[in-house]
């Protein structure tokens, strides 16, 4: 069965500053990665995906993300960032094959201060 | 165009009412999903539709009903709940099973 643990529940960063979320999966294959983002009282929106090819995904808003099949880790990344960016970040991990849907990580909240 | 609609936004209900809550989609997409969201938790998973049919009912208590009357439409039918079910209801749609999902704004069910 796949999971997918983000281990931080909270992190706070100042404006400006770099970002980086963290996300580790466990998949039996190579497995289909996604970021969302959700804004208090809103839906999901998509930030950036992996299926196969370069290990680093660009993604909207300036969020960028790598792949990285050794240490099973799809970790997100933001050179500087805006106090808009403050919002749950879920990662999720599909399937490529099968009958699966998506399983979400539990989300981290990023917080920024001024 | 990547949206998926949600009506109603916001819903009150009372544990004897019927309510249903719609999603719509025109991006051509064939599988269609339900999740229920808990504040401060992620989506979890209800009912699959793919290509109109169910495909995956996650054990779902049967006061939820789904409903699928075209490719674009999907329905959330709503009978005697309780006010543990208040919640966000999500509604995403995807190109196949395996394809991206992408969500809609949800619907904020309040249950007294």
């Known amino acids: 069965a796949q999971s997918v643990t983000q281990p931080d529940i909270h992190i706070t960063v100042s404006e400006g500053a770099s970002l980086e979320l963290r996300c580790n999966y466990s998949y039996g294959a190579t497995p289909y990665l996604f970021w969302y983002v959700q804004s208090p009282g809103q839906g999901l929106q998509l930030l950036l995906k992996?299926?196969?090819?370069?290990?680093l995904v660009q993604g909207i808003k300036g969020f960028e993300a790598e792949f990285k099949r050794s240490q099973s880790s799809f970790n997100l990344r933001k050179p500087s960032v805006h106090w808009s960016d403050a919002a749950e970040y879920f990662c999720?991990?599909?399937?490529?094959?099968?009958?699966?849907?998506?399983?979400f990580g539990k989300g981290t909240m990023l917080l920024v201060s001024p | 165009d990547t949206e998926v609609t949600q009506t109603p936004k916001h819903l009150v209900m009372g544990m004897t009412n019927k309510k249903s809550l719609k999603c719509e989609q025109h991006m051509g997409h064939r599988a269609m999903y339900w999740y229920k969201q808990k504040a401060k938790k992620p989506p979890e998973l209800m009912f699959v539709y793919s290509y109109e049919k169910l495909s995956i009912n996650e054990s779902v208590p049967s006061r939820f009903s789904p409903e699928c009357p075209n490719s674009s439409l999907l329905n959330l039918h709503l009978h005697a709940l309780q006010p543990e079910d208040s919640a966000l209801y999500l509604c995403a749609s995807s190109q196949g099973l395996q394809e991206t999902q992408y969500f809609g704004p949800g619907t904020r069910l309040l249950v007294l």
């Open positions: 999720a991990v599909g399937a490529q094959s099968g009958y699966s849907t998506l399983t």
């Open positions: 992996y299926f196969s090819g370069d290990t």
